[in-house]
């Protein structure tokens, strides 16, 4: 067999996509690189947008708003104090985007407008927080993003 130009190129492009090809098995195959979705139920969670649009509309308009500050202690979520806050009712959820393993969620329990989430808890990095909350059957919802 003779050795030219075009033998060369159909090895060159038959050993690149046998190297290509190699590296998808590889990573998929690989539970190190693990491919999750960003939620389970994705869209369980997709049909209950125009709600959460609402509900942020309605956290918006308060006259003072909830606010979400880091201290040394942890993250501290103040509630807004025209609320009677042992009527507030709900959860806390902290999603890390880089490991899914680290999510949990809190529910709320006040002794006073303030909640905090105790350092412990938290590994440092980038979490965004959802807090959903009820006051007399009003619903709202804030979303904050924290590098902690």
């Known amino acids: ?3 030219n130009w075009g033998t060369g190129v159909v090895i060159g492009f038959g050993s690149f996509m046998t190297f290509i090809l190699f590296f998808v098995f590889l990573v998929q195959s690989n539970s190190k690189y693990d491919n999750e ?3 389970d139920d994705y869209y369980k969670q997709e049909s209950k947008v125009q709600s959460d649009i609402e509900s942020q ?3 918006n308009a308060l006259k003072t708003k909830l606010k979400v500050v880091k201290t040394s ?3 501290q979520v103040y509630f807004p104090e025209d609320i009677d ?3 507030i009712k709900g959860t806390i959820s902290l999603y890390r985007p880089s490991n899914q ?3 949990f969620e809190m529910k709320i329990s006040l002794s006073s407008p303030i909640m905090l989430i105790p350092n412990h808890k938290l590994i440092g990095g980038l979490w965004e927080i959802s807090i ?3 006051v007399d059957e009003v619903a709202y919802l804030n979303k904050e ?3 902690f």
Do not use: C, P, Q, R
């Open 37 to 39: 979705l960003v939620a």
């Open 57 to 59: 509309n309605l956290s």
């Open 101 to 103: 393993k680290l999510d």
């Open 85 to 87: 806050y042992k009527k």
């Open 73 to 75: 202690e942890g993250i």
């Open 1 to 3: 067999m003779k050795f």
């Open 145 to 147: 993003t924290v590098y």
């Open 132 to 134: 959903n909350w009820n």
